[in-house]
Nanobody
Framework: QVQLVESGGGLVQAGGSQRLSCAAS????????MGWYRQAPGKQRELVAS???????NYADSVKGRFTISRDTAKKTVSLQMNSLKPEDTAIYYC???????????????????WGQGTQVTVSS
């Protein structure tokens, strides 16, 4: 069973930087997209950044130019470098992987999703 373990997060002052990392354990038969989502209190979970297997990246407009995603498919890791943090970036950040998570997924060509447990990022003003 694939599990995602996140690290990083915590309290940072506005204008500061923070790096989140995520590592997948278990056998993955093919990774499509790796990325980060976040959920602030009272709001829906939203995409922050993602990267597909061909290297295409996608960022939320609110983080473009400040956040950078990087993935290492061979190591099954994905990181999020966050610079120029703002109080509105405060949220729980979730790592996400989409792909063939089991051999059955692979043989059926069915992609599934797995999520990390979430890590709190708090930006103080």
């Amino acid at each position: 069973q694939v599990q995602l373990v996140e690290s990083g997060g915590g309290l940072v002052q506005a204008g500061g930087s923070q790096r989140l990392s995520c590592a997948a354990s278990g056998i993955i038969f093919g990774i499509n997209t790796m990325g980060w989502y976040r959920q602030a209190p009272g709001k829906q979970r939203e995409l922050v950044a993602s990267e597909t297997s061909d290297g295409t990246t996608n960022y939320a407009d609110s983080v473009k130019g400040r956040f950078t995603i990087s993935r290492d498919t061979a190591k099954k890791t994905v990181s999020l470098q966050m610079n120029s943090l703002k109080p509105e970036d405060t949220a729980i950040y979730y790592c996400h992987v989409n792909g063939y998570l089991t051999y059955s997924d692979y043989t059926r060509r069915t992609k599934n999703d797995v999520w990390g447990q979430g890590t709190q990022v708090t930006v103080s003003s």
